[in-house]
T-cell receptor, first 108, second 114 residues
Framework: DAKTTQPNSMESNEEEPVHLPCNHS???????IHWYRQLPSQGPEYVIH???SNVNNRMASLAIAEDRKSSTLILHRATLRDAAVYYC?????????FGQGTELSVKP | DAGVIQSPRHEVTEMGQEVTLRCKPI?????LFWYRQTMMRGLELLIY????????DSGMPEDRFSAKMPNASFSTLKIQPSEPRDSAVYFC????????????FGSGTRLTVV
């Protein structure tokens, strides 16, 4: 399983963009990069995933480095509801191993 | 769809008792996962099934833990006998096509063993 490194915590102001980094230097060539988040007192929820190209969906954007050893989850305009723990998970989907994640707090 | 449904939401039991946690995955999903979450260890994958067949149970902590999936719409995680260190939130998740469309997690079962 690829090892990931994420900041323990980050702070953002409401309505501002947030860039959540993740290093996964041991990622294999066939591993996707998945991002999940866990709101307080809830189960994790899927955010986005990608393989090589940058990806966009209604929740976020995922920017993947050309060498795939790092990626960045981008929330374009943080809201209070985005306060959560964000997990970056390299894997092939059949077995996702969660690390400690980044706890994002959003200030009004 | 109602999503992944877990029951009960909360369970308090005495040490030594048998505990059964239940999960109904999303219809049509072919993968089912059981996770456990504690403050100390975070989210741990216990076991997962594909098409009702257990694929990897290497995360199951001890023989006291067992999981079954008798059909595509139901799975159980059983702890017998339970111990205080089993206290945690247990999540069930399901997915389609090896997570290609993301996992959907249930709301979890908070287990307290006293």
């Amino acid at each position: 399983d690829a090892k990931t490194t994420q900041p323990n915590s980050m702070e953002s102001n409401e309505e501002e963009p947030v860039h959540l980094p993740c290093n996964h230097s041991t990622i294999s060539g066939t591993d996707y990069i998945h991002w999940y988040r866990q709101l307080p007192s809830q189960g994790p929820e899927y955010v986005i995933h990608g393989l090589t190209s940058n990806v966009n969906n209604r929740m976020a954007s995922l920017a993947i480095a050309e060498d795939r050893k790092s990626s960045t989850l981008i929330l374009h305009r943080a809201t209070l509801r985005d306060a959560a723990v964000y997990y970056c998970i390299p894997g092939q989907g059949g077995k996702l191993i969660f690390g400690q994640g980044t706890e994002l707090s959003v200030k009004p | 769809d109602a999503g992944v449904i877990q029951s009960p939401r909360h369970e308090v039991t005495e040490m030594g008792q048998e505990v059964t946690l239940r999960c109904k995955p999303i219809s049509g999903h072919d993968y089912l996962f059981w996770y456990r979450q504690t403050m100390m260890r975070g989210l741990e994958l216990l076991i997962y099934f594909n098409n009702n067949v257990p694929i990897d149970d290497s995360g199951m902590p001890e023989d006291r833990f067992s999981a079954k999936m008798p059909n595509a719409s139901f799975s159980t995680l059983k702890i017998q006998p339970s111990e205080p260190r089993d206290s945690a939130v247990y999540f069930c998740a399901s997915s389609f096509l090896r997570g290609g469309y993301g996992y959907t997690f249930g709301s979890g079962t908070r287990l307290t063993v006293v």
